[in-house]
């Protein structure tokens, strides 16, 4: 047990820490996106897909507690990293030059870290803590929210910010876990941004949805 604990504790430790959770929380993202994405198909469809996720009962806060002690667990050790990398290079934040070469994500990573934790501070306000009944759903939340100007701006650079944190956090979590090979890094950076590119699209479009409707969902 004490070469886990020491394995932890090693820079390398955290990286694969990091590299782990920040998978996990890729994997929830991905499926956050396809569940949201029914809301194309109008209110009825969005709001059945709520009421399944909610009927899965006692698994939904057990679920929940797993996402938030991997959130905070990626959040405290990116800021240990941070403070250690700044610590031994006695400047700012740097990341080092990977097979990809360097990117405003790369370069951007902390501090688009603690935009995004208070932008998902934002959106737990707004959608989670709040009472959803048969009179307002969920749909009915996702329509008031979006469709407020001050909103709309907060969530499009709340989104535009965690497309490029993840742009580069897929890339740097395939890198950790030696995933890379000359021949085929340039193919592996771009499917990374596409990746991130179709999940940032995907809540764009939603955000720009609740704009030019600006009433109920149908």
């Not at 499009?156 to 876990?177: E, Y």
Request: net charge positive; proline share 2%.
């Amino acid at each position: 047990m004490s070469w886990f604990i020491q394995t932890c504790r090693s820079s390398l430790g955290k990286k694969y820490i990091m590299a782990f959770t920040g998978f996990m929380l890729g994997g929830f993202l991905l499926v956050h996106t396809i569940g949201n994405s029914t809301i194309f198909w109008g209110r009825s469809a969005f709001n059945a897909y709520a009421h399944h996720l909610h009927s899965l009962g006692i698994l939904v806060p057990i679920f929940e507690l797993g996402l938030y002690s991997i959130f905070f667990l990626h959040v405290i050790t990116g800021v240990i990293l941070f403070l250690e990398n700044r610590k031994a290079r006695g400047s700012k934040y740097e990341v080092e030059t990977s097979a990809g070469g360097r990117t405003i994500g790369s370069k951007t990573m902390p501090y688009t870290g603690v935009a995004i934790f208070i932008f998902i501070l934002i959106h737990l306000a707004n959608f989670h803590f709040v009472e959803k009944t048969e009179v307002k759903t969920i749909s009915d939340f996702v329509t008031e929210v979006l469709g407020n100007p001050f909103f709309t701006l907060i969530y499009g650079a709340g989104i535009s910010l965690l497309f490029v944190h993840i742009s580069h956090g897929f890339w740097s979590l395939l890198q950790t876990f030696g995933i890379s090979h000359p021949k085929y890094d340039y193919p592996l950076r771009v499917i990374t941004w596409a990746l991130a590119g179709i999940m940032g699209t995907v809540f764009i479009l939603i955000t720009f949805l609740m704009v030019i409707s600006r009433t109920q969902l149908l």
